[in-house]
C-alpha cells in the first residue's frame, strides 16, 4: 500500500532551484546611531559581524541561544588564557554565519591598567573586516 500517489523515488534535482538571498538590511550609523537607509553587501557584513561580537550570548531574550558571544566571562581571569580562549570564542560567535569564512590574523597586546586588546580579520564571501575587541580583566 502506497502513502504517497508517487510511483517510485522521489527527485527533486529537476526542480529544486537554490537561489542566494540578499544580505540587505537597515544601516545604522555608528556616529549617530539612527537608521540611515538600507546597506547589503560587504556595509551589511561589517555590521553583522560587529553585532555577533557586542552582544552577549544567553542575556537578551531577543536572539536565539547561538547568537552572540560569551565574553564577560574572561573578566578576572589571566591574561595568557584570556588571549588563547578570545580567539575561540570569537571563532565560535562567527561561525553561526555561512558568509564568513575564517578568521585570520590575530594579535592582541596586554596593557598596565588590565585591558586585553586583540585585533584580527574577519574573511566574509564579501571581502575582509579588520575587528578589534577590548577585554577587561581587572
Known amino acids: 500500500m502506497a502513502i504517497t500517489p508517487l510511483d517510485g523515488p522521489v527527485s527533486l534535482s ?10 540587505l538590511t537597515y544601516y545604522v550609523d555608528p556616529a549617530t546611531r539612527r537608521i540611515r537607509g538600507m546597506a547589503d553587501g560587504l556595509t551589511a557584513m561589517q555590521q553583522a559581524v560587529e553585532i ?4 552577549e550570548r544567553y542575556r537578551w531574550q531577543i536572539y536565539g541561544p547561538y547568537f552572540g558571544s560569551e565574553l564577560d566571562g574572561l573578566v578576572g581571569l589571566d591574561s595568557g588564557y584570556v588571549a588563547t580562549e578570545l580567539l575561540r570564542r570569537v571563532r565560535d560567535a562567527l561561525s553561526i554565519d555561512s558568509r564568513v569564512v575564517a578568521v585570520e590574523d590575530y ?28 577585554v577587561t580583566l581587572t
Not at 14 to 23: D, G, H, R, W, Y
Not at 52 to 55: E, G, S, W
Not at 108 to 133: E, P, R
Request: glycine share 4%; proline share 2%; charged share 15%.
Open 52 to 55: 555577533m561580537l557586542r552582544v
Open 107 to 134: 594579535q592582541y597586546t596586554y596593557n598596565n591598567d588590565g585591558v586585553l586588546s586583540a585585533s584580527f580579520t574577519v574573511k566574509t564571501v564579501f571581502g575582509d573586516i579588520i575587528q578589534t575587541l577590548e
Open 14 to 23: 529537476n526542480t529544486l532551484q537554490i537561489v542566494e538571498q540578499p544580505t
